[in-house]
């Protein structure tokens, strides 16, 4: 079955595509709450409807939900400012705020009833041009349609948010036959550079594209753990990051989406064609877990529990699906799974996993029988489902976090030698092959069965990686740490490509030798960007390397190391051409000192940025201190306190707009709400910064020093949160070297001193507690474990 074409592109919009500038949704359970708060971060004013209730205020339900999102873990919110964006309401008093709303989208229940219902309620409260959608997760559209009036329909379509909404980046677009190509381009165009998804277009089939893969391959990986017997934590290790699936794999992963939630898309496959119903059935055992409200986390257990152990401290149970009785969690030994760990790339993991002997290896088995029947299925929807491979693979990475999508993956593991061993190869595959291509991708053109030819994989304006720019322009230099990359009309990326995202010598190293002065960089490019193709900006100074040479007591070379990182940050900061730093993720330490010395900073929305040393029983040594001591400036004293506790208590933004009221970024830094439109953005703001005539700052010496007084006051307030046992008596001594920095040390207030003089008193604190056992104690321990030591 080949269905109409997913995407609104095959027909130009007829008319001028509509703005959104005010967004109603319609339910406040969980999806709808969320879809709303976003809607919120994204800074635009949102009615949030729910029914009215009969005891208490009228719109007590969307109050109540208005309140669990301000609570909610993950924040649902940017800031907590945000929530006053949102106006909630009941259907039966406040229909009439619809009328305002240029998109409104309809989020209640997974029930055609109901939904219908609520749609003949409201379309005569909805202006003319309108946009409204549908939040459903695999009910059909068209089905969803047939209540509404004619001059309705064009504008009513599919918009599929996945949950929670503001961390999950897929949105499938669902737009049947006769849709307005307009209203489409509105909402894609909305949800792509105003909500920062990756928008997928789907067509009207059950499940649509992600669901119809993801729970294929859920209920597979059940199937397989029966017929192999395999325990639940085995399969979880096995559908894990062996594979480049997350970490939580098959069945933490049904935990945190909700057994009923996996049920109901499962039920969805009966309207697919006869006998798909009895093929994606759960197991009786699963139904019991059904009947017995085992949902996951919203119930408290599910496949996983947790208890309290003897000792106070929270054990995980996992559930014996033979027995359906909780025992603790074993660890999982399967050496094929253990030697594969060696494999940094997820391609040569996967084959070798598919390379190991099927007939002695359950685990080679079970991978085998899993990505083989994950590869034919979607082989056989493909023509179904959506218009190519390529946006199977993309709504599979931004659905389910997949590190590739099927059709990568297949790719990765070879498709001429793995379909060699199959026993049924789709036909889809087979006409592939038969075409003569040995792979599903080739450059940027993907292989289309229906054509049996390659077309053009589309590539939306403003989207690129570093990694297209350097397939285009060529690498000007590299090391292992870091590469010059040209970025075209004059601007040029040094890109952060270092072992776990940490800055070493090879970084430091890059961009001293780009940015010098005198440099053939800077003669060559007109401005910088300073940017990352990893999952994370940076997780800060490479700690190895600095506990060896402590350890080692190297001071010499741990004094080179921070005055080296310190000449780093300040050609950031003076280099005669801009440098624009476009952080995302984690930006911990060392990498947000580069951020903050940049003369403008382009950030991801979803920005986790924190002067984090203290947590090592370190402070900034790059500047970082110096930095806030010249932001607090201008606020006086409490400006002064909030950034010695920012410092001191290693505070990390959970969002740019956070990072922004905590002062890491500025007013005029701008903040980008898709991931994959961060580095275009960057290179536009770069542009335009040296098209207006940049002149880089002078090194400050008149910087006015708050000098004892001050640090009297915020060492008093440490040993306050000493006497109240809040803090350990290394951490006094850290919060006082700290206090001495940000101060200027004990000079007479109105001191005037230089932005070296702070970068001195920087490098001593640092070398000072270096040499500090309980230190080094914490470097070892979050090195080995992640986490901080408290001391």
Excluded at 115 to 130: D, F, M, T, Y
Excluded at 212 to 231: H, K, N
Excluded at 733 to 750: E, R
Aim: proline fraction near 6%; charged fraction near 25%.
């Amino acid at each position: 079955m080949i269905a109409e074409p997913a995407t609104h592109l095959t027909h130009e919009p007829t008319g001028a595509v509509p703005l959104i500038q005010k967004v109603a949704v319609l339910g406040a359970g969980t999806m709808g709450a969320r879809i709303a708060a976003h809607l919120a971060n994204a800074g635009l004013p949102v009615v949030l409807l729910d029914l009215a209730s009969s005891a208490g205020p009228r719109s007590t339900i969307a109050l109540q939900a208005l309140e669990a999102l301000k609570k909610s873990k993950p924040a649902a919110f940017f800031d907590p400012s945000v929530a006053a964006h949102i106006t909630p309401g009941n259907f039966d008093d406040d229909a009439g705020l619809l009328a305002g709303c240029d998109w409104i989208i309809e989020a209640v229940t997974e029930n055609l009833g109901i939904k219908h219902a609520l749609l003949e309620r409201i379309v005569p409260h909805l202006k003319a041009g309108a946009i409204l959608t549908t939040n459903t997760s695999g009910i059909p559209i068209e089905s969803i349609a047939t209540v509404l009036p004619p001059h309705i329909r064009p504008r009513f379509f599919g918009t599929h948010f996945f949950n929670p909404p503001r961390y999950m980046r897929l949105v499938e677009i669902i737009a049947p036959p006769g849709t307005d190509p307009a209203a489409v381009e509105a909402v894609g165009h909305f949800t792509d550079q105003r909500l920062g998804k990756e928008v997928v277009f789907a067509r009207d089939t059950p499940n649509f594209i992600a669901n119809r893969i993801g729970i294929f391959i859920m209920l597979e990986a059940v199937r397989l753990m029966q017929s192999e017997d395999l325990t639940i934590e085995e399969v979880d290790a096995l559908t894990g990051t062996a594979i480049g699936w997350p970490r939580t794999g098959t069945f933490r992963l049904a935990d945190l989406v909700g057994l009923d939630v996996m049920a109901h898309v499962a039920s969805n496959f009966a309207r697919i064609r006869e006998g798909a119903a009895a093929d994606m059935a759960m197991p009786a055992w699963v139904k019991t877990m059904l009947d017995r409200r085992w949902l996951g986390d919203k119930t408290g257990q599910g496949f996983y529990k947790k208890v309290k152990g003897p000792d106070g401290k929270e054990e995980r149970l996992v559930l014996d699906w033979k027995t359906l009785e909780y025992h603790p969690a074993a660890k999982v030994k399967l050496p094929s799974l253990e030697m594969a760990k060696n494999a940094e790339r997820l391609p040569d993991r996967i084959r070798q996993l598919l390379s190991g002997d099927e007939h002695k290896d359950k685990a080679a088995r079970f991978h085998w029988r899993l990505l083989t029947a994950l590869w034919n299925y979607a082989a056989d929807c493909l023509p179904e489902i959506a218009d190519d491979a390529s946006a199977v693979d993309r709504a599979m990475r931004a659905g389910f976090n997949w590190e590739m999508g099927p059709f990568e993956l297949w790719d990765a593991a070879g498709v001429p030698g793995t379909v060699a061993r199959m026993k049924n190869p789709s036909v889809n595959v087979r006409k592939l092959l038969d075409s003569g291509a040995p792979s599903w991708y080739r450059g940027g053109e993907v292989f289309d069965p229906v054509a049996g030819a390659y077309r053009v994989v589309p590539q939306p304006e403003g989207v690129a990686r570093i990694a297209d720019f350097r397939a285009t322009n060529g690498v000007v230099k590299s090391n292992a740490g870091a590469s010059l990359v040209d970025l075209g009309d004059g601007v040029a990326c040094i890109e952060l490509h270092s072992p776990k995202d940490a800055i070493g010598e090879d970084v430091v190293r890059m961009v001293t030798e780009t940015l010098r002065p005198d440099g053939d960089a800077v003669r060559t490019f007109e401005a910088f960007v300073i940017s990352s193709d990893s999952d994370q900006f940076s997780v800060g100074a490479n700690l190895m390397q600095l506990l060896m040479a402590v350890q080692d007591e190297e001071w010499d070379d741990v004094d080179m190391m921070i005055r080296a990182f310190q000449r780093t940050t300040q050609l950031i900061k003076f280099c005669p051409r801009p440098v624009i730093t476009a952080p995302f993720g984690f930006c911990f330490g060392g990498g947000a000192e580069m951020a903050m010395h940049s003369v403008r900073r382009q950030v991801h929305a979803e920005l986790y940025m924190g002067l984090v040393e203290t947590g090592v029983g370190l402070l900034p040594g790059g500047g970082g201190c110096k930095e806030m001591t010249l932001h607090a400036e201008s606020g006086g004293p409490e400006a002064l306190r909030k950034n010695f506790e920012t410092i001191a208590m290693a505070k990390v933004s959970t969002s740019a707009l956070e990072a922004r009221r905590i002062g890491f970024i500025g007013a005029g830094d701008r903040i980008t709400m898709n991931r994959e439109r961060l580095l275009i953005d960057a290179k536009h703001l770069a542009r335009a910064v040296a098209d207006a005539g940049y002149a880089p700052p002078m090194p400050r010496t008149d910087i006015s020093a708050p000098g004892e007084s001050a640090l009297a006051t915020l060492k008093l307030g440490v040993y306050l949160m000493r006497q109240g046992e809040f803090i350990s008596d290394h951490d006094v001594k850290v919060a006082n070297h700290v206090a001495h920095v940000l101060c200027g040390g004990s000079v007479t207030p109105g001191t005037p001193v230089s932005e070296q003089y702070l970068l001195d008193l920087e490098r001593e604190a640092f070398l000072s507690l270096c040499g500090e056992k309980k230190t080094q104690e914490r470097i070892a321990f979050t090195l080995k474990t992640g986490k901080p030591l408290r001391n």
